[in-house]
């Protein structure tokens, strides 16, 4: 049954019925509709339009009904309304009768929905957070198991500079706190409570919104009626917060699909994240780590959805602004998720610290120490490099490593070179020098563990 109909003499057409009812997917915001109205009611009741025992009747029937959609949200999906909104209500007038009637005064669905659904993005965006420190405690976890797993770092997947694991692992720690402090703060932003702003104009009750607001968990009421039902600034911020983050994801599901491939062999992806081919028995494929390269585009979309449909939104309400949720619903379930596999595929990851190893000795990858050797004995940097090009391509033409030329190949291109270059050219030697803060130093990746982990334990912004 629809909550308007006395303008209407015809029936709605089933057609358009299915769609424009909305409930098969804000079902979800059945638990914070009811709790707007839970404090609507309280708001209604302290301007008089309500008696006290009628409220206390509202409140308990709404507890109940709290409790009953909390077990089972899932099977609201498919009843016959428009919307949750209207759900919440006739199932709250089947039991209260006439009273269940009086809950609407001075509110309209349009701050209603406003407030459901920052309601809903606060919950959720809680979930989320969890989520993501879960990621970067196994990350870390991950950092210090594999601590001194030497392997390539790379430039354009050109082997360029020695690593270790650890360090791989903690860039990634690093870019998902800042999403943390990116969904942190998008939750501060959405601190001001919509409801008691009517259709649009405002209520005309003398409510006090701020103490609503409050009561909602929120800060204080939203100053701008007009703004208050027609923001969806929240959904657009939630959105980009997780494209971002899948951006991360994506990134390091992409670094791990090319180091679980036969070309690297660096790590080995275990059997309870990988799938086989129907065609191909020696295959083990890294579809988890795909999904979440793939499922990043989608998060885009819903937040290129988003902006597309609040761009040039005339204000106030719009029904366009039906379209926030089931993109908004969608991409977070899939930010969650993504976050979660993230996880689970570094849980019994293995690495082949052998290969690593070779990998990161291959590749010309200690040419920045040999030219930092030259530095060393007084050669400006730019002839010292050009100096190691040279010596570079002399090697290749050979097939040795820099560390497999004689003295006296070094010392025809710069005769400064000594017996002392050896050791420079080890690939430690290399880790162990880059000891400034964020550098991939044993001491340095020790400390940025230590930092992580008790930046963990806090969990707090900084
Ligand atoms: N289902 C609607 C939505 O999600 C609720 C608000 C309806 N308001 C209205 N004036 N029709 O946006």
């Given at each position: 049954?629809?909550?308007?109909?006395?303008?209407?003499?015809?029936?709605?057409?089933?057609?358009?019925?299915?769609?424009?009812?909305?409930?098969?997917?804000?079902?979800?915001?059945?638990?914070?509709?009811?709790?707007?109205?839970?404090?609507?009611?309280?708001?209604?009741?302290?301007?008089?339009?309500?008696?006290?025992?009628?409220?206390?009747?509202?409140?308990?029937?709404?507890?109940?009904?709290?409790?009953?959609?909390?077990?089972?949200?899932?099977?609201?999906?498919?009843?016959?309304?428009?919307?949750?909104?209207?759900?919440?209500?006739?199932?709250?007038?089947?039991?209260?009768?006439?009273?269940?009637?009086?809950?609407?005064?001075?509110?309209?669905?349009?701050?209603?929905?406003?407030?459901?659904?920052?309601?809903?993005?606060?919950?959720?965006?809680?979930?989320?957070?969890?989520s993501i420190r879960g990621l970067q405690r196994r990350l870390v976890d991950t950092a210090a198991e594999f601590?001194?797993v030497?392997m390539?770092?790379?430039?354009?997947?050109?082997?360029?500079?020695?690593?270790?694991f650890?360090?791989w692992a903690?860039?990634y720690a690093?870019m998902l706190?800042?999403?943390?402090?990116?969904?942190?703060?998008?939750?501060?932003?959405?601190?001001?409570?919509?409801?008691?702003?009517?259709?649009?104009?405002?209520?005309?009750?003398?409510?006090?919104?701020?103490?609503?607001?409050?009561?909602?968990?929120?800060?204080?009421?939203?100053?701008?009626?007009?703004?208050?039902?027609?923001?969806?600034?929240?959904?657009?911020?939630?959105?980009?917060?997780?494209?971002?983050s899948m951006?991360h994801l994506s990134r390091f599901a992409e670094d791990l699909i090319i180091y679980n491939s036969g070309e690297s062999a660096f790590v080995e992806l275990s059997d309870r994240v990988t799938s086989g081919s129907s065609l191909m028995p020696q295959k083990k494929n890294p579809d988890a780590l795909e999904l979440v390269r793939g499922k990043t585009g989608r998060v885009?979309?819903?937040?290129?959805?988003?902006?597309?449909?609040?761009?040039?939104?005339?204000?106030?309400?719009?029904?366009?602004?039906?379209?926030?949720?089931?993109?908004?619903?969608?991409?977070?379930d899939t930010w969650h998720d993504c976050l979660d596999m993230c996880a689970l595929v570094l849980e019994d990851m293995k690495i082949r610290r052998?290969r690593t190893?070779?990998?990161?000795?291959?590749?010309?990858?200690?040419?920045?120490?040999?030219?930092?050797?030259?530095?060393?004995?007084?050669?400006?940097?730019?002839?010292?490099?050009?100096?190691?090009?040279?010596?570079?391509?002399?090697?290749?033409?050979?097939?040795?490593?820099?560390?497999?030329?004689?003295?006296?190949?070094?010392?025809?291109?710069?005769?400064?070179?000594?017996?002392?270059?050896?050791?420079?050219?080890?690939?430690?030697?290399?880790?162990?020098?880059?000891?400034?803060?964020?550098?991939?130093?044993?001491?340095?990746?020790?400390?940025?563990?230590?930092?992580?982990?008790?930046?963990?334990?806090?969990?707090?912004?900084?």
């Open positions: 049954m629809a909550l308007w109909g006395g303008r209407f003499t015809q029936e709605a057409d089933a057609r358009f019925r299915a769609f424009n009812d909305s409930l098969r997917f804000d079902y979800r915001m059945a638990e914070q509709d009811i709790q707007g109205s839970i404090s609507w009611a309280g708001a209604i009741a302290s301007v008089g339009i309500i008696t006290p025992a009628e409220h206390d009747a509202l409140v308990a029937a709404l507890k109940d009904l709290q409790e009953e959609v909390v077990r089972d949200p899932a099977s609201i999906a498919g009843a016959d309304f428009e919307d949750i909104h209207s759900y919440v209500e006739s199932l709250l007038i089947d039991r209260v009768g006439d009273l269940g009637k009086k809950l609407h005064t001075g509110r309209s669905r349009n701050d209603q929905v406003a407030t459901d659904l920052k309601l809903w993005c606060r919950a959720q965006a809680a979930v989320l957070a969890d601590r001194d030497i390539p770092g790379y430039t354009h997947l050109q082997r360029a500079q020695p690593v270790v650890a360090h903690l860039a690093e706190d800042r999403d943390w402090i990116r969904l942190d703060n998008a939750v501060r932003l959405m601190n001001r409570c919509p409801l008691g702003s009517g259709a649009l104009a405002g209520t005309a009750y003398p409510v006090d919104r701020d103490a609503l607001a409050r009561e909602l968990g929120f800060e204080e009421a939203t100053r701008n009626s007009l703004d208050s039902v027609s923001d969806r600034d929240h959904v657009a911020e939630l959105l980009s917060c997780a494209s971002i951006m885009y979309g819903a937040l290129t959805g988003i902006l597309t449909t609040l761009k040039a939104l005339p204000l106030a309400y719009d029904k366009d602004m039906q379209e926030d949720k089931e993109g908004l619903f969608d991409a977070l052998e190893l070779d990998a990161a000795k291959g590749g010309y990858s200690n040419a920045t120490e040999l030219a930092d050797y030259l530095v060393s004995r007084g050669v400006p940097f730019r002839e010292a490099h050009h100096l190691v090009g040279e010596l570079v391509v002399y090697a290749i033409g050979r097939s040795l490593p820099l560390e497999g030329l004689s003295l006296e190949e070094f010392r025809k291109v710069s005769p400064v070179i000594g017996e002392d270059v050896y050791p420079c050219l080890d690939v430690k030697s290399a880790l162990s020098k880059r000891a400034a803060k964020g550098g991939v130093a044993p001491e340095q990746v020790d400390a940025a563990i230590a930092w992580m982990r008790k930046h963990l334990a806090m969990d707090v912004a900084d």
